[in-house]
């Protein structure tokens, strides 16, 4: 969802039946958000982005924090003569979709060109009419290098309007100064460590990893079975076990110490090592949560020939290289490994950037929830939140 630089991960290749799964996440939620139905908007239907030659001018783009590294929004600013306003105000997809929402329903980006959210969002976000269709010749490296098991998801078959940006992985973080012992979800509810656990806000995760922890398969879970795990983490909030559900600003509780473990993504504890080199992330003893994000373009952008510059640009081995290297989750790029191979062999093999069957075999693609399932749920787990 929302991200470090520098990552650490562990051995062999990344298999085509684990990126997948991975990209079959639909319901998908990746970094933060509450989650909720499908409310107002999509009375017209989404333009197609007008390319207009050569890019120039400004683009603006709202991404998650520690999504990125250093380098990259510069050399595309030299290559392409774009000036870039890059911005790290995305901590969840609910809650960036509530500040976008009454915008975008009046035609509006709030001067953005490109989002990175959740499949699951940009999926309900083009229901509503929100998002452009692409124009694929501005975008010739993403049709020749987007990895082939994520050319054709359920929910934008042909990747009509969203392109892939990260992968990725929902577990646990700890520091393993002070919570050594924290191997699964089920050991953030001990009492051992009350007041200094993070819980993530989103409904598609915090609430399908406890299951996991109830050991119900969240694939296969009734609506009662989601309405348990709530109660479940309903009753650890009001006890103060939980110390607060969060988005991507976990982070400022890990490094402050107010948290010792908390729900997180696989990405992030790198970036955090660099503050403290006692934090860890950790694939959870019942699994994790697989979960995928994507850049679109709104309806209103401004300068979308520059927006899909970007996405073109992003989408060179080499950059997508710098990038993984930097913020350590799943590349959807093709041959970014076999030039980690050469530059970096350890991170080649690292299972973070480029998980093993193996490692992820416990793991679950977010749950699709949908209807009045949806609607019970989402309020259920919003009263806790709100709580």
């Excluded at 051992?192 to 995760?205: A, F, S, T, W």
């Excluded at 860890?280 to 979308?304: F, H, K, Q, T, Y």
Aim: aromatic share 8%.
């Amino acid at each position: 969802m929302p991200k470090p630089d520098s990552r650490k991960r562990f051995a062999p290749l990344m298999v085509a039946a684990t990126i997948a799964a991975l990209a079959l996440a639909l319901g998908l939620a990746a970094c933060g958000g509450g989650g909720g139905g499908i409310e107002g908007g999509g009375e017209k239907e989404a333009p197609k982005v007008k390319l207009e030659g050569k890019p120039s001018g400004s683009v603006t783009i709202s991404n998650w924090p520690l999504y990125i590294d250093k380098g990259t929004v510069p050399a595309f600013e030299k290559a392409s003569g774009v000036k870039v306003n890059y911005i790290e105000d995305i901590n969840s997809n609910e809650e960036f979709f509530n500040k976008m929402q009454p915008l975008l329903a009046k035609g509006e980006s709030g001067d953005r060109s490109i989002f990175v959210l959740a499949d699951y969002m940009v999926a309900k976000m083009h229901q509503l009419g929100y998002l452009q269709e692409l124009d694929k010749s501005g975008l010739p490296n993403v049709e020749r290098n987007l990895s082939p098991s994520l050319k054709h998801p359920g929910f934008d078959p042909n990747r009509s309007y969203t392109v892939p940006w990260q992968s990725g992985m929902t577990g646990v973080i700890v520091n393993t100064e002070k919570a050594p012992d924290v191997r699964s979800i089920c050991d953030l509810f001990n009492p051992k460590y009350k007041g200094k656990v993070d819980m993530l806000n989103e409904v598609r995760e915090a609430v399908p990893l406890t299951m996991k922890c109830e050991g119900v398969d969240p694939s296969q879970a009734s609506e009662a079975d989601w309405m348990k795990a709530i109660e479940k983490l309903k009753a650890a909030a009001e006890s103060g076990q939980i110390r607060r559900f969060t988005g991507n600003d976990y982070a400022r509780d890990l490094t402050s110490g107010d948290a010792v473990a908390v729900m997180g993504w696989s990405g992030d504890a790198v970036q955090l090592q660099e503050d403290n080199p006692n934090l860890e992330w950790r694939m959870p003893e019942e699994g994790c949560m697989l979960w995928s994000e994507d850049m679109v373009i709104p309806v209103g952008a401004p300068n979308p020939t520059a927006a899909e510059a970007w996405m073109n640009f992003v989408y060179e081995p080499k950059v997508q290289a710098n990038i993984a290297e930097y913020v350590n989750y799943v590349t959807p790029v093709e041959g970014v490994k076999q030039v980690l191979a050469k530059r970096n062999p350890e991170l080649a093999n690292n299972q973070l950037i480029f998980p093993s069957a193996s490692f992820t075999k416990k793991c679950s693609a977010t749950p699709v929830i949908e209807g009045q399932e949806e609607q019970n749920v989402v309020k259920a787990f919003n009263a806790v939140l709100n709580g």
